[in-house]
């Protein structure tokens, strides 16, 4: 095709390279110069067409977009239908947490792909008990005050530890690091833990008893679930509750699609694209949920619209909508009493250069048909 | 050891908790107790609770005794030659009033043949777990509970034959049936309730089918001729008020016909309908804003000047006129005093509603829907015998509202027209439907309610056989007439020259905010100004302080209060909203400047 690279040299710049080498990759064997300047030509003008136009409320149309559907969505949050066990916010309070950019999410997860693509569903399993966070109490067959000794006896549950791949030794180690002031003994499947402090009463030690259950002693801090599931041929672990920084470490996990649903996490740990990327999917996922079909492009304005900051902000009156730099346009959201008092502290001048102001004082908005002004060239004007 | 408790306040133990509460039962029945008090045994908590509080809503039952009604055929007997009544029987123990609570404690049978040994009571009838307006449902027991909560919300709407001496009465807003009929298919309640003597509806012939698209959710197309002939024709009474007020100082309102020089006169066209006394005369035909009770008021501030002024008497027109949109003949006057001992007129206006388009109408089943179109009678559809529907009914609203009493109904009101009986419709107790579609088929009828019908539009016949009947409709009290408004330009708002709101005030129909949205989402920037320029205002600005400046026409002078003389004032067209706002930000002391450039 060599032949025509002049050609499509020309309309390089004008047509993105991606549809150029579409048409390249497309061409028939024997095509004629002119065919292809005449395809090239259209295709240009096709291009130029698919645009938006210049003052085309886009923003608006995007909120339009979601937010008629929204109306139909269901409120319900619960019964995501019984396939998965873990329960995971969805409809309109997810959509509303996304966009919101909240910090705290009802229910954090992730999914963990794993870096060995074959794996025997033991070997998942045993990732998955790995992963999750465990404390004392789940590993032990009894656990019980001796009061004789003033100790408690911890009577570990060797089947489960296996499974969770634990040595006993690391348990008392963990032990010993979360509890204070005690002294943890191993002895085969059974620990001893003393207070370290003699003639404490037995009070403390059954307190110290409901502590010892508690404790964190392997897994990850956070992961609350797992759930191993078979996606397509792949196996992923579902969870409850997230830790992306650390589940990265672990070699058995393909670092490059585990992903958790915490957009503040995600920014965190990979990064702003990351983070906008996630967005994106996240919405997208919801809406599809509900059989909602909106264009991508909708939501990618919205979610740049969030991210241009170098932050991820939430569209409230404490995210982008309180940076936007009319008065009246920030009064007219939320709270204009607060916006107007510090305005006038400030002496905050207000440029009327967006919408809500103008169609406050009754003027034509500078979108669409009340973008364009007449700008002339005044030869005989006096030149100060 | 069961603990006994009084109005929740505990009084004791007793040994053997269910030989207690037999024991007080046994005394409420003989007298001994208070017939209001009712007592309940709770296993759980092994308490006894006896009731004497007033607010318990309590229903009357027969009591049973050893499988047998305590209420024999002697007492229907002694009760239909009304030798006992009700009171009586509560008095001999045949009939008891059970709380919500103590019902908890019984066993109720429904009918009289289901009774055994374990029943403590037996319903009076069936139907009495309905309410009366529910009662009114014929074949209640064949549709949801929802459906015949509905149908019993229509009753409430329907205008009917409300009271006998309506014309001697002055009430608010009411319509009146102009013939009313008693239902064909009807139940119990409306005997008791004597409902024939103050019916609500009309028995009229239904075809339920699609017709031309007119009647499609819900919409029902009525029969041009039927309304010609009566059919759903009302009358709307109005009643007008006027008062001759009285003021401190002596000062007092005067019904009369208004002198010229009066301040507010209105033109002698409107007053045209006025008597001497002020007050229109009986069936005069008024229209809006004409005057029903001429009033002159004095004025509401009185100066020192005015009473040396000549001539003028500076008394206030305060003349009651006929409503914005609404009119009538006047029907009847009333003069008289009200407690003040104020003279008190009023005028009762008259207008009748024939239906029209957008009419609310309804069956006995909640199912509600408005005239769609009304088809001049060879427009219908008509059977062989030459029946035309008067309201033809859409089958789309039957499946997922499951009202099978209305299709019930609808064979129940055919048998009823054809053998000229009443059909017993009542809940639970119904003429069963086999029994009507076997007389259907007895008087030369298909026995599910069928008949061939003709395309009234092509003469065709339809292809399928339509279901058609007659049935009992009621027309709703709101009719499109009562809340038709439109409006180009008319009264605003003072405060912010705005146009006012609500049918009342003649206002405007708001564009609101997300009907802006829709603007600013095509583009159509100066349509959208255009929209928003009920308000607008040429506001003079001081372009050196940015506030509001002054143009005096009169002295030709242009000045800011603040700048003095010397400054370049430019006119900037605005909301006048807006320069509200800006005044209320001045008077919050947050000053706000308006700095110009020019626009190209």
């Given amino acids: ?384 | 050891m069961a603990e006994v408790y009084i109005d929740s306040n505990f009084i004791g133990k007793v040994e053997e908790p269910l030989l207690f509460i037999e024991q007080v039962k046994a005394e409420r029945r003989v007298n001994n107790l208070n017939s209001e008090l009712n007592v309940r045994y709770d296993k759980k908590s092994d308490e006894i609770h006896i009731e004497l509080n007033k607010g318990r809503i309590r229903r009357p039952l027969i009591i049973v005794e050893n499988g047998e009604s305590k209420l024999t055929l002697e007492h229907l007997e002694k009760l239909e030659k009304k030798e006992i009544t009700w009171e009586d029987l509560i008095k001999q123990g045949v009939i008891e009033y059970i709380d919500a609570s103590e019902e908890e404690n019984c066993l109720v049978a429904f009918y009289h043949h289901e009774l055994t040994k374990a029943h403590t009571h037996l319903e009076i009838a069936p139907f009495v777990i309905f309410s009366l307006a529910t009662s009114l449902v014929p074949y209640a027991n064949f549709c949801l509970a929802t459906r015949a909560h509905g149908g019993s919300k229509g009753q409430k709407q329907a205008i009917g034959f409300y009271s006998a001496n309506y014309p001697l009465r002055i009430d608010t807003d009411v319509h009146l049936l102009h013939y009313p009929q008693a239902p064909l298919v009807k139940s119990l309640m409306y005997d008791i309730a004597h409902e024939d003597e103050h019916p609500a509806g009309q028995n009229v012939v239904v075809a339920i089918l699609s017709y031309e698209g007119y009647n499609m959710d819900d919409a029902i197309i009525l029969n041009k001729s039927s309304v010609e002939r009566g059919l759903a024709r009302s009358t709307y009474f109005r009643p007008y008020v006027g008062e001759e007020l009285r003021y401190s100082g002596g000062l007092v309102d005067q019904i009369c016909i208004p002198d010229k020089d009066v301040k507010g006169y209105k033109s002698e066209k409107d007053y045209r309908f006025l008597n001497e006394d002020g007050i229109a005369y009986i069936e005069a035909e008024v229209h809006p804003d004409d005057v029903l009770i001429g009033k002159t008021s004095p004025p509401r501030f009185l100066s020192g000047m005015d009473e040396y002024t000549l001539g003028s008497s500076h008394r206030r027109e305060s003349s009651t006129t006929v409503r914005h949109g609404e009119k009538g003949i006047i029907d009847f006057v009333v003069v008289t005093e009200n407690e003040e001992g104020n003279k008190f007129v009023q005028v009762r206006v008259r207008d009748q509603r024939l239906p029209e388009i957008g009419d609310k109408f309804s069956s006995r089943h909640g199912q509600k829907g408005v005239v769609g179109m009304i088809f001049p009678q060879s427009d219908m559809p008509f059977s062989a015998t030459g029946i035309v529907p008067d309201i033809i009914f859409s089958p789309h609203s039957i499946p997922t509202r499951m009202t099978i009493s209305h299709l019930i109904e609808l064979v129940g009101g055919k048998v009823s027209a054809l053998n000229g009986r009443y059909i017993d419709g009542t809940a639970f107790d119904a003429e069963p439907e086999e029994a009507l579609r076997q007389e259907l088929l007895s008087l030369g009828f298909r026995e599910n309610g069928t008949e061939t019908l003709y395309n009234g539009l092509t003469g065709q016949e339809f292809k399928v056989k339509i279901f058609i009947g007659n049935q009992y409709y009621l027309k709703l009290k709101h009719l499109v007439a009562n809340r038709m408004q439109s409006r180009a330009t008319g009264p605003i708002a003072l405060l912010t020259r705005q146009p006012t709101e609500g049918k009342a005030k003649e206002g405007g129909l708001r564009l609101g905010e997300m009907e802006k949205d829709t603007f600013v989402a095509h583009g159509a920037s100066l349509l959208l100004k255009e929209r928003f320029d009920s308000d607008k205002t040429l506001i003079p600005i001081c372009e050196n302080c940015g506030m509001i400046a002054t143009d005096d026409k009169f002295k030709n002078r242009q000045y800011c209060s603040a700048c003095g003389e010397n400054v370049v004032i430019s006119y900037v067209e605005m909301s006048y909203a807006f320069k509200l706002l800006l005044d209320e930000l001045k008077s919050m002391t947050v000053f706000p400047k308006i700095s110009l450039e020019d626009q190209y």
Avoid at chain 1, 10 to 33: R, T
Avoid at chain 1, 60 to 79: C, D, R, Y
Avoid at chain 1, 165 to 190: F, H, M, P
Avoid at chain 1, 252 to 280: H, M, P, W
């Fill in chain 1, 1 to 384: 095709m060599a032949e025509f690279d002049d050609l499509f040299k020309k309309y390089e710049g004008l047509i993105p390279e991606s549809l150029l080498n579409d048409v390249k990759d497309h061409l028939p064997a024997k095509v004629k110069k002119s065919d292809v300047q005449k395809i090239l030509e259209k295709l240009h003008i096709e291009y130029e067409l698919a645009k938006i136009d210049a003052g085309e409320s886009v923003g608006l149309i995007a909120a339009e977009s979601m937010g008629e559907p929204g109306t139909q969505m269901t409120l319900n949050t619960k019964h995501a239908g019984g396939v998965s066990e873990l329960q995971v916010t969805i409809g309109l309070p997810r959509l509303i947490e996304i966009f919101d950019g909240r910090k705290q999410l009802v229910t954090p997860s992730m999914e963990i792909y794993l870096s060995d693509k074959n794996p025997s569903p033991d070997k998942v399993s045993r990732i998955a008990a790995k992963i999750k966070e465990t404390s004392l109490n789940e590993l032990v067959k009894t656990i019980e005050v001796n009061v004789a000794d003033a100790t408690i006896e911890v009577d570990l549950d060797k089947n489960l530890l296996a499974k969770y791949g634990i040595r006993t030794q690391a348990i008392a180690k963990a032990l010993q690091k979360g509890l204070k002031n005690v002294n943890v003994k191993v002895k085969e499947d059974s620990l001893f833990i003393k207070l370290t402090k003699e003639g404490e009463e037995l009070n403390k030690l059954y307190a110290l008893k409901e502590e010892a259950k508690k404790t964190f002693v392997s897994g990850i801090k956070g992961i609350k679930q797992v759930l191993p599931v078979k996606k397509g041929d792949e196996y992923v672990i579902m969870t409850a509750g997230s830790n992306l920084k650390k589940v990265l470490t672990f070699e058995e996990v393909d670092s490059y699609k585990t992903k958790c649903n915490d957009i503040f996490e995600t920014l965190k740990v990979l990064g702003l694209e990351a983070a906008r990327q996630l967005i994106i999917e996240e919405a997208i996922k919801v809406l599809e949920d509900q059989g909602i079909n909106i264009d991508i492009r909708h939501i990618m304005l919205a979610t740049d619209i969030m991210c241009a900051t170098g932050e991820v902000k939430g569209i409230t009156r404490y995210g982008i909508v309180g940076e936007k730099s009319s008065v009246l346009a920030r009064a007219s959201f939320e709270t204009p009493i607060k916006h107007i008092i510090a305005a006038s502290e400030r002496g905050e001048i207000d440029k009327l250069s967006s919408v809500i102001e103008n169609v406050m004082i009754n003027q034509a908005i500078p979108a669409g048909t009340g973008l364009p002004s007449l700008r002339i060239k005044s030869e005989g004007a006096v030149k100060k």
